[in-house]
């Protein structure tokens, strides 16, 4: 398992943008097909916004025209974690980061083989590292 970060809500405020702070630490969603990442069809690895860790490959991603970017696998197994979500009147499993708790999005099981998932994910929970500068490394 990644070492926790922990931080102060003050922390948070001042590192991320107003839409990211209400979506990694509010438990927020950006708005359907507006995310800067749906439409991302490069290589590479999404990292959370907030704490860097590495959640998701490209080659996972996949076009579930939900709005959202959508993988059918994290990264490694402990890269994420998930939590039982009945907010809207409806058991829903909620997706956070391992590593710091940011809320990423939620996971569904109507997804491509080979896992059968779709982890739907907020694109201003995200960014993205090309697979060209992973290879400079």
């Known amino acids: 398992m990644p070492a926790k970060l922990e931080k102060t809500d003050a922390e948070?405020?001042?590192?991320?943008?107003?839409?990211?702070?209400?979506?990694?630490?509010e438990k927020g969603t950006d708005r359907?097909?507006?995310g800067a990442l749906v439409n991302n069809h490069a290589d590479g690895f999404y990292h959370c916004a907030a704490c860097d860790a590495a959640l998701f490959k490209?080659?996972?991603?996949?076009e579930s025209g939900s709005g959202w970017p959508s993988?059918?696998?994290?990264?490694?197994?402990?890269?994420?974690?998930?939590?039982?979500?009945?907010?809207?009147?409806?058991?829903?499993?909620?997706?956070?980061?391992?590593?710091?708790?940011?809320?990423?999005?939620?996971?569904?099981?109507?997804?491509p083989n080979p896992t059968?998932?779709?982890?739907?994910?907020?694109?201003?929970?995200?960014?993205?590292e090309g697979q060209e500068v992973e290879n400079r490394k």
């Open 12 to 25: 948070w405020r001042a590192q991320l943008t107003p839409e990211q702070y209400h979506v990694l630490r």
């Open 116 to 128: 059968g998932q779709r982890y739907c994910i907020n694109s201003a929970s995200l960014k993205f």
């Open 32 to 34: 359907p097909f507006t």
């Open 58 to 62: 490209s080659d996972t991603k996949f």
């Open 71 to 111: 993988f059918y696998d994290p990264l490694t197994r402990d890269a994420v974690e998930r939590h039982e979500d009945n907010t809207l009147g409806t058991r829903r499993v909620e997706v956070t980061c391992a590593t710091c708790g940011g809320h990423l999005g939620h996971v569904f099981p109507d997804g």
